[in-house]
């Protein structure tokens, strides 16, 4: 089955599966760790989800389009600003997660951590 471009079901979904960086396929293309969603009892369409990796490389791209510009262009507050967004959603436990980081705000790595414990020290006082 091929799911119309005009299911309710897709429209729903699509905006949450773009900002996720993930792939919307038929239901019949469905493998083991994609997310099959129903409508009405009927398997319509599956999800499939990015690598994290993956999924640190589309928030950064989401972050830069959300300012207008590459986020090394950023002046030190907007980046720490980043920093913690990019904290709240999990993006420092990915493996390189900080060079990456650091990489596209075109900083180190030291400074990225400088940030990271700015914004602790502030949530512990």
Do not use: C
Not at 13 to 25: F, Q, R
């Amino acid at each position: 089955m091929t799911v119309p471009g005009d299911h309710p079901l897709l429209a729903a979904v699509k905006p949450l599966v773009d900002a996720m960086g993930a792939e919307i396929l038929d239901a019949d293309q469905a493998q083991t760790d994609d997310v099959v969603l129903a409508w009405e009892g009927e398997d319509v369409l599956a999800v499939r989800l990015p690598q994290l990796s993956d999924s640190l490389e589309h928030i950064l791209a989401a972050l830069e389009r959300r300012h207008g510009r590459p986020l090394a262009e950023l002046d030190r507050k907007a980046k720490q600003e980043v920093v913690r967004v990019l904290e709240a959603r999990g993006a420092f436990s990915v493996r390189h997660g900080v060079e990456t980081v650091a990489g596209a705000l075109g900083v180190s790595r030291f400074t990225v951590y400088n940030y990271l414990n700015r914004e602790n020290t502030a949530k512990s006082e």
